[in-house]
T-cell receptor
Framework: NAGVMQNPRHLVRRRGQEARLRCSPM?????VYWYRQLPEEGLKFMVY????????ESGMPKERFSAEFPKEGPSILRIQQVVRGDSAAYFC????????????FGQGTRLTVV | TQLLEQSPQFLSIQEGENLTVYCNSS?????LQWYRQEPGEGPVLLVT?????EVKKLKRLTFQFGDARKDSSLHITAAQPGDTGLYLC???????????FGTGTSLTVIP
């Protein structure tokens, strides 16, 4: 999973601020997943993107959260007006996109809202 | 409700012992992955199984996909302290895009 790069590794935000999490997929991968992991909970799906397209955002909260994967540059998960409950580890995974392809995870961004 | 249930949730064993972790569901999956996650790190892919009844071996780890593609098991032979970590199964359905993750099994191997 060393190929999937996430930054920052740790992010501290005050309540009401914005958090931007970045994910650069593995070389040759055009599909990105975002997952959230809360303490003592499993990995929960948030959104699945292809370059310039959101394929499935069924796991994304309706408000304050958005994601993009532009033609150039990393995928961005954006959380506006953060609240304490947003504190979690956010993981990005990438895959080549073909049906049945495996997903490889980055090291995650640990968001703490104070 | 969790689509994939793992058991046991916690497991603490002595070095050299064998163990099996189970991943069960009432749903059918087109593929199933096993990951290991260490504290502060992302999940690392161990194996993918796609055919019902398939068995894959990775050194001391043996993975099996159930005949009906609803369940899977991970067997570790002669566990070592380096095997310590959180083991996660994740399934992908024929329809839909996401990987559904199991509840996780936290393994501790005591030297």
């Amino acid at each position: 999973n060393a190929g999937v790069m996430q930054n920052p590794r740790h992010l501290v935000r005050r309540r009401g601020q914005e958090a931007r999490l970045r994910c650069s997929p593995m070389k040759g991968h055009s599909h990105v997943y975002w997952y959230r992991q809360l303490p003592e909970e499993g990995l929960k799906f948030m959104v699945y993107l292809q370059k310039e397209n959101i394929i499935d955002e069924s796991g994304m909260p309706k408000e304050r959260f958005s994601a993009e994967f532009p033609k150039e540059g990393p995928s961005i998960l954006r959380i506006q007006q953060v609240v304490r409950g947003d504190s979690a580890a956010y993981f990005c995974a990438s895959s080549p996109g073909s049906r049945g392809a495996e997903a490889f995870f980055g090291q995650g961004t640990r968001l703490t809202v104070v | 409700t969790q689509l994939l249930e793992q058991s046991p949730q916690f497991l603490s064993i002595q070095e050299g012992e064998n163990l099996t972790v189970y991943c069960n569901s009432s749903s059918v999956f087109s593929s199933l992955q096993w990951y290991r996650q260490e504290p502060g790190e992302g999940p690392v892919l161990l194996v993918t199984v796609v055919t019902g009844g398939e068995v894959k071996k990775l050194k001391r780890l043996t993975f099996q996909f159930g005949d009906a593609r609803k369940d899977s098991s991970l067997h570790i032979t002669a566990a070592q302290p380096g095997d310590t970590g959180l083991y996660l199964c994740a399934g992908r359905k024929d329809t839909g895009n996401q990987f559904y993750f199991g509840t996780g099994t936290s393994l501790t191997v005591i030297p």
